[in-house]
């Protein structure tokens, strides 16, 4: 983990002075992992249209990351069983410090700040004993300073709430260990579960699904402005019947799964890669690389609105107009009321498109 002298260092050698914003980095829109045409990993920032402005290598493949919410930094975190996150400059590019997990945890591909920005938590394995663990660093030097429990196995991406203060955490439900690589030890019995903490990680609440759904592991989320969770899954059974993938859950309330009984759901493939509300947040929309579609659901009626076809789409973001979203093609689309291509660039874009601003 990086000295707190090291980490100035770094932030002098960038020439970052303190008091640097969001309005210093200019045009970056998104972060995306991806993989170059040599083959080596990156992170890389995007214009709004899509144009790659800035790349970061990385020592393997990244996930996801957070964006500092007043300071022009990001993190960008390894993918399942990682153990490195980056902290990286977007103005430039450059990387001011590398995280790395305690001893007997690895990073599960996500983390956020705390709405001022003085803290950064990070979901975790720990492997020997299978509990989630969230991990606190001062996001000031990006020191450890503590860590609790997910509520759950297998905690992947988590949010902060936005009806009340705390977290939101996506426990997939699903154990895994680094000696096993990414198998997956205990499917028959996973229990996911959307688990709702405070920002020193007491339990306030914990959403399951009913017991016939155990294994749609509960993996990426989206929050609404009224803090309804929108959820997207990833099947773990067998494939053939119409399982919901998407589901939304405001607090206190029971979850309602979207597109219940559309036999175009057997087109996401039991899987959703990322899940993002529409600007005006009456619509959630949900992609599958597996599948090779983004679908688009009302959030009202639950209804399945619209499917758009697009090879390898994972990637996705809110726009005022719709979604953006980005594949391992390479390519940066619009999705409206069809799909328009915006950039493309030599790089098989990973799971995740993030926003900076």
């Known amino acids: 983990m990086p000295s707190r002298r090291g980490f100035i260092a770094g932030l002098m050698a960038s020439s970052m002075a303190p008091s640097a914003t969001w309005a210093d980095a200019g045009a970056p829109a998104y972060l995306s992992a991806g993989k170059d045409e040599l083959g080596l990993f990156v992170v890389a920032g995007l214009s709004a249209a899509g144009e790659v402005l800035f790349r970061h290598s990385l020592p393997d493949r990244g996930h996801a990351a957070s964006a500092h919410p007043t300071r022009p930094e990001a993190v960008a975190f390894a993918r399942r069983p990682g153990r490195f996150a980056d902290v990286i400059d977007c103005r430039t590019g450059a990387q001011l410090a590398r995280l790395e997990p305690p001893k007997g945890h690895h990073f599960y591909g996500h983390g956020v700040f705390s709405p001022e920005g003085e803290v950064m938590y990070t979901t975790e394995n720990a492997y020997e004993s299978g509990e989630g663990m969230i991990g606190v660093w001062n996001a000031r030097d990006y020191r450890r300073i503590g860590q609790f429990r997910s509520g759950g196995i297998g905690p992947h991406e988590m949010r902060l709430r936005r009806d009340a203060p705390g977290l939101v955490v996506a426990n997939g439900g699903i154990e895994t260990h680094p000696d096993s690589g990414r198998a997956k030890l205990n499917i028959p019995f996973m229990r996911p579960n959307l688990s709702y903490l405070s920002l020193s990680?007491?339990?306030?609440?914990?959403?399951?699904?009913?017991?016939?759904?155990?294994?749609?592991?509960?993996?990426?989320?989206?929050?609404?402005?009224?803090?309804?969770?929108?959820?997207?899954?990833?099947?773990?059974?067998?494939?053939?019947?119409?399982?919901?993938?998407?589901?939304?859950?405001?607090?206190?309330?029971?979850?309602?799964?979207?597109?219940?009984?559309?036999?175009?759901?057997?087109?996401?493939?039991?899987?959703?890669?990322?899940?993002?509300?529409s600007g005006d947040e009456t619509q959630v929309a949900v992609t599958s690389p597996r599948g090779g579609v983004v679908q688009v659901m009302d959030c009202a009626s639950g209804a399945l609105l619209a499917e758009h076809a697009l090879a390898d789409v994972c990637g996705l973001a809110t726009t005022r107009a719709g979604f953006l979203a980005s594949t391992g093609t390479g390519a940066v689309a619009r999705i409206g009321t069809q799909v328009e291509t915006l950039a493309t660039a030599p790089l098989a874009w990973d799971n995740h498109l993030i926003p900076l601003v």
């Open 201 to 277: 990680g007491e339990i306030q609440e914990q959403m399951e699904l009913p017991a016939d759904l155990h294994k749609n592991s509960i993996r990426h989320i989206a929050v609404r402005s009224d803090g309804t969770v929108g959820f997207a899954m990833q099947w773990q059974g067998d494939l053939g019947a119409d399982v919901p993938i998407v589901g939304l859950h405001f607090p206190g309330e029971t979850p309602r799964l979207m597109g219940e009984d559309d036999p175009r759901l057997r087109n996401l493939s039991g899987y959703g890669g990322s899940i993002a509300f």
